[in-house]
């Protein structure tokens, strides 16, 4: 759902911070200890209007850096292949992942303990 928000596709009001306050409300409501189950659409950033938007994989993984820890990352490039338990250090380096058009990334973060 982060791709969709402040895009006006649903009703909602044009935010282009939208996925910014999405994330960060995803991240209030978990409790300390909590896990998040993320997936996006990933590649070339992109806004693709009235549709979604294409995110990198450090665009995610900056706004997670402030309260969650990555734990696990999978994802389906546009090939439709599903890479398993990847590198956690291969989205930072490659944030397209070779995805030319769109893959989907599964993010799995865990809540930081106060």
Avoid at 68 to 89: M, Q, S
Avoid at 94 to 101: E, S
């Amino acid at each position: 759902m982060l791709e969709h928000f402040g895009l006006g596709r649903y009703g909602d009001p044009i935010d282009v911070m939208g996925y910014e306050k999405g994330f960060a409300t995803l991240d209030r409501m978990l409790a300390p200890g909590g896990t998040l189950y993320l997936s996006v659409p990933i590649g070339r950033q992109a806004v693709l209007f009235n549709a979604h938007r294409r995110f990198h994989t450090t665009t995610i993984l900056e706004m997670a850096e402030g309260s969650l820890d990555l734990r696990r990352f999978d994802f389906v490039d546009d090939a439709g292949d599903l890479h398993r338990d990847v590198d956690l250090d291969r989205p930072r380096r490659d944030p397209t992942l070779g995805c030319r058009r769109e893959g989907c990334g599964i993010f799995e973060f865990r809540k930081r303990s106060q």
